[in-house]
Nanobody, 123 residues
Framework: VQLQASGGGLVQAGASLRLSCVAS????????MAWFRQAPGKERQFVGG??????YHADSVKGRFTISRDNAKNTVYLQMNSLKPEDTADYYC???????????????????WGQGTQVTVSS
């Protein structure tokens, strides 16, 4: 499985961005896919994920970020609204063939990672 993330950029606080992650190779419409982010000097953190028709979001982004999925395009999206400077990070998409729902936020569960796309939010 190969993952290609795109859509990052430099925006002002309050703006919106949509990130895309296209999966190729031996993919499945039911395979868990997720977004993580890593700010400079900080650990990578779970943003949200989609698995078996259900979507999960981290508390820190609920109400502002939305994960969606287009299985026909093997693509998962991260719609980010009302961006804040603290959202500045490299954003990574990740996937694996099977992850238990309660483990979706654990980066160790993911075998496949995209290259990351940078999001910078200025104040």
């Amino acid at each position: 499985v190969q993952l290609q993330a795109s859509g990052g950029g430099l925006v002002q606080a309050g703006a919106s961005l949509r990130l895309s992650c296209v999966a190729s190779g031996l993919t499945s419409s039911s395979m868990p896919m997720a977004w993580f982010r890593q700010a400079p000097g900080k650990e990578r953190q779970f943003v949200g994920g989609n698995a078996r028709g259900a979507t999960y979001h981290a508390d820190s982004v609920k109400g502002r970020f939305t994960i969606s999925r287009d299985n026909a395009k093997n693509t998962v999206y991260l719609q980010m609204n009302s961006l804040k400077p603290e959202d500045t990070a490299d954003y990574y998409c990740a996937a694996n063939y099977w992850i238990r729902s309660e483990r979706l936020s654990d980066e160790r569960e993911y075998a496949y990672w995209g290259q990351g796309t940078q999001v910078t939010v200025s104040s």
